[in-house]
C-alpha cells in the first residue's frame, strides 16, 4: 500500500522559518516525481516544487526565492524548507508524486499519490 505522509506543520511569526517531511512508504519515491503543494481552503492547488527521478529539481516562478526543496533516498524522505515566511503563505501544504514533475509544479491536480497535507499558519 502506498503511503505519503507530511510533518512538520505548524504556527510561526511572519520572517520564521518551518521544514516540512514528507514519509514516503509502500514504493521507491525514486519511481516518481516527488514534490509539494498548498492549498488554502478549498481553493485551487498550488504548486510549489518537485524533484524528478534523476534528482533535478523544479520549482514554481513565484516560489524560487523562499522555498527548498531536497530528499533523503536512504530515507524515503523529502523536504520542503520555508524561510522568510509571510501570512500569504499559510495553507495545507501537501506532498504528492507523479509520474510527471509538471503535474506537480503546474498543474497541482490529478497526481498519482497525496497526503492530507500539514497545516501551516503564519501570522502577522
Known amino acids: 500500500r502506498v503511503e505519503v505522509k507530511e510533518s512538520g506543520g505548524g504556527s510561526v511569526p511572519a520572517g520564521g522559518s518551518l521544514k516540512l517531511t514528507c514519509e514516503v512508504s509502500?514504493?521507491?519515491?525514486?519511481?516518481?516525481?516527488m514534490g509539494w503543494v498548498r492549498q488554502v481552503g478549498r481553493r485551487a492547488r498550488e504548486g510549489i516544487a518537485a524533484i524528478d527521478t534523476d534528482g533535478r529539481t523544479v520549482y514554481a516562478e513565484n516560489m524560487k526565492d523562499r522555498f527548498t526543496i531536497s530528499e533523503d533516498n536512504a530515507k524515503n524522505t523529502l523536504y520542503l524548507e520555508m524561510t522568510n515566511l509571510k501570512p500569504e503563505d499559510t495553507a495545507n501544504y501537501i506532498c504528492a508524486a507523479d509520474a510527471k514533475c509538471t503535474q506537480i509544479v503546474e498543474r497541482a491536480a490529478g497526481m498519482d499519490y497525496w497526503g492530507v497535507g500539514t497545516l501551516v499558519t503564519v501570522s502577522s
Open positions: 509502500g514504493y521507491s519515491s525514486r519511481s516518481y516525481c
